[in-house]
């Protein structure tokens, strides 16, 4: 896995865990 795959993986799981918050704080 490239440097930047990895990079990208990780701004994705911090996406997912806003989305998820901001979710839970709507609901």
């Known amino acids: 896995m ?3 795959q990895f990079s990208q993986m ?3 799981k911090n996406l997912s ?3 998820e918050k901001n979710f ?3 609901s």
């Open 2 to 4: 490239t440097i930047m």
């Open 10 to 12: 990780k701004k994705q």
């Open 17 to 19: 865990n806003i989305v």
């Open 24 to 26: 839970k704080k709507s």
